[in-house]
């Protein structure tokens, strides 16, 4: 039995664009290309899949897992594996939502005494956050997400971690805006915009359009309205509005 592209990005919640990026990179060939011009995959290419996707929520970049299933042969063997690295990912899972756990506390607590929205120990914002967890879910965007995960794959830890600081650092600037009173598009939050558009384009060309998506994605993705919203209730939905009136009145 096989199943055509449609019905595979159905069930797996992976995009048809993402299915068939992984097919034009070799990481994830159809069983066969019908005379309709369709992909179709069988249970073999579904197997992989869960593979793949186990992998991405891992945080492990395409071409290393692309690497890592080359050299598998059993798929017993491999699953084991990846059971391991998802016990593994559970007990990182634990340590971050204390984490957002604290933070949260810390705001409402700045709310209370009426002081403005600080983090008493911002070292703490990042227990239990790996140096992929702001990359990881971009299936929608595996060009991006790929050249992401390259990128990353070449930083060493400090690097990384300075990286992931700031991108916090600039999340809390757009929620101390956002709760200023500042609309989305004023202009101190489309400077925040633009420094992230700017530190974005230098990965890889973003199209209009997969911008507007990028944005739409800090709602959408589970992930990323998580990472938002352990910031400051609303910060997702500011995120993609403030994205949106950038690529408005910015790139069109």
Request: proline letters at 4%; charged letters at 30%.
């Amino acid at each position: 039995m096989d199943w055509p592209i449609a019905e595979v990005a159905r069930m797996s919640g992976v995009t048809a664009r993402t299915l068939r990026h992984y097919d034009e990179t070799g990481l994830l060939t159809p069983a066969r290309i019908g005379a309709n011009g369709h992909r179709y995959y069988e249970e073999r290419q579904l197997l992989r899949l869960q593979q793949i996707l186990v992998l991405r929520a891992l945080g492990v970049g395409l071409p290393e897992i692309d690497r890592i299933l080359s050299e598998q042969v059993d798929e017993v063997d491999a699953l084991r594996g990846h059971h391991r690295r998802l016990l593994a990912e559970r007990d990182r899972l634990d340590a971050l939502a204390g984490t957002v756990s604290r933070t949260i506390a810390e705001l409402e607590q700045s709310r209370k005494d009426g002081h403005p929205m600080t983090i008493n120990r911002p070292e703490n914002l990042f227990e239990g956050v790996t140096p992929s967890q702001y990359e990881e879910n971009m299936r929608d965007f595996p060009e991006l997400a790929e050249e992401v995960g390259r990128r990353a794959a070449t930083m060493s830890q400090a690097d990384a971690d300075a990286v992931h600081r700031e991108r916090t650092a600039q999340m809390i600037r757009l929620a101390e805006l956002m709760a200023a009173g500042h609309p989305a598009d004023a202009d101190p939050v489309q400077a925040e915009i633009d420094a992230q558009y700017r530190a974005l384009t230098e990965l890889r060309g973003v199209s209009t359009e997969d911008y507007r998506a990028i944005g739409r994605s800090c709602v959408d993705n589970d992930v990323w309205r998580t990472a938002y919203e352990a910031i400051a209730p609303g910060l997702a939905a500011y995120q993609r509005d403030a994205i949106e009136a950038y690529a408005t009145n910015r790139l069109n």
